[in-house]
C-alpha cells in the first residue's frame, strides 16, 4: 500500500461617487434611472434611496453602493424599508461583475411584501432567474450573502432571529467582482430609501485541507507538475485568470489530476477517452487532447462551457 498526500451589450450606466462610505468605497446608479438615488453613511448606518424601473430580465437599474473584491467573503447587514412604496421593491446584497446594466449578477434581496429573494443572472446579457420565499409580511430582516467558490449562499432572518440558510445558487464570476448594497424602487417614477445597519464584509480565507488517499496496487506512484495558462474564457469555469499548476498522480491502477476549479482543488479521475487522457469531477471535464491542446468544458443549469488552455512548463 503506498500513501499519497494531496495538497490542496449595453455600456456602463453608472456615475461613480466616493467618500465616507464605511466598508465600501463607491455608490451610484447602475442602468441610468430617471431619478438619481443617493446614499449616505452616519453612525453606522447606511441610509440609501434609489429608483430604477427592476433588478429582473436583461436590464437593471438601482442605486448601489459597493466595493471590489476577491476571492470568498460574507456580506451581512440588517435592513428596514422606510416609508410605502411598490409591492416589489427591492434591497439587499449584491455580488455583481461590473457595473453595466446586464452583468452577470447574484444577490440576496428582501421585496416590499416582506418576500425573500435570491436572485442571479449566470451570464452578461442573459435573463435572470430567482428562487422566492413566503414570508409573513414586512419587517427587519438580517440578510447575509456568502460567496464561496462558485457557489453564492441566501441567509436570512427576521425581527431579530438569526439569519439562516435558506438557498444557494451558482454563477461563475471572474476576479475581482464588486459587492455591496442595492435599492430598486421597481417605479420608474419614484425612489424608496431603505436604512441598512449592522453591516459587515468578511474576506474569507481558503480553507486548506489535506486529503491521505490510499492506493493499493502494483507499480509505483508517479506524480508530475505542469503550469497551465488558458483562454479568455477560464473565468468563467472558475479557473484562475493567470497561470496555474496542475498536477497529476498515476499508480495502482489510477489516474488523477488535481486542478483548481472555483477557489477549491478539485480532484479530476481519469475516464474513458477515444482520445487523449480525459478526467471527470462534479460538472467538469478536464480533457488533454494531445496536440489539439488541453480544455476544461462544463455542463450545467447554466449551460455548457468551454476553455482551452496550453501548458507552459512541467516538472
Not at 421593491?89 to 461590473?98: E, H, L, T, Y
Request: glycine content about 12%.
Amino acid at each position: 500500500m503506498r500513501q499519497l498526500l494531496l495538497v490542496s451589450l449595453l455600456c456602463v450606466s453608472a456615475f461613480a461617487q466616493s467618500g465616507n462610505l464605511g466598508v465600501f468605497t463607491n455608490s451610484g446608479d447602475v442602468g441610468g434611472p430617471a431619478i438619481k438615488g443617493s446614499a449616505e453613511f452616519s453612525n453606522g448606518q447606511y441610509r440609501i434611496t434609489g429608483a430604477g424601473a427592476n433588478i429582473w430580465a436583461k436590464q437593471d437599474q438601482f442605486q448601489y453602493v459597493w466595493r471590489e473584491m476577491s476571492g470568498n467573503f460574507t456580506v451581512m447587514a440588517t435592513m428596514r424599508f422606510l416609508g410605502q412604496g411598490a409591492e416589489h421593491r427591492k434591497a439587499g446584497i449584491m455580488v455583481r461583475q461590473s457595473l453595466d446594466t446586464d452583468a452577470a449578477y447574484a444577490d440576496v434581496v428582501i421585496h416590499g411584501t416582506g418576500m425573500p429573494g435570491l436572485q442571479w443572472r449566470s451570464k452578461q446579457g442573459e435573463d435572470s432567474n430567482t428562487f422566492d420565499i413566503p414570508f409573513d409580511g414586512p419587517g427587519t430582516f438580517k440578510v447575509k450573502l456568502v460567496r464561496t467558490g462558485v457557489k453564492i449562499y441566501m441567509f436570512i432572518g427576521k425581527d431579530g432571529g438569526e439569519p439562516k440558510e435558506i438557498a444557494h445558487t451558482e454563477v461563475s464570476f471572474r476576479n475581482p467582482v464588486l459587492v455591496g448594497l442595492v435599492v430598486c424602487s421597481h417605479r420608474a417614477e419614484a425612489a424608496d430609501t431603505v436604512l441598512f445597519s449592522d453591516v459587515s464584509v468578511e474576506a474569507q480565507a481558503p480553507a486548506r485541507t489535506d486529503l491521505t488517499l490510499s492506493l493499493t496496487g502494483p507499480g509505483a506512484i508517479s506524480r508530475h507538475v505542469v503550469e497551465f495558462q488558458c483562454d479568455e474564457h477560464a473565468g468563467a469555469l472558475g479557473l484562475p485568470s493567470g497561470s496555474f499548476a496542475v498536477e497529476y498522480v498515476n499508480g495502482a491502477g489510477n489516474g488523477l489530476a488535481v486542478v483548481p476549479v472555483g477557489g477549491r482543488s478539485l480532484i479530476f479521475s481519469n475516464v474513458t477517452s477515444g482520445s487523449g487522457a480525459r478526467y471527470a469531477a462534479d460538472r467538469y471535464i478536464w480533457w488533454d487532447a494531445g496536440s489539439r491542446g488541453v480544455h476544461l468544458y462544463s455542463d450545467s443549469l447554466a449551460g455548457k462551457a468551454e476553455t482551452s488552455c496550453h501548458a507552459l512548463s512541467a516538472n
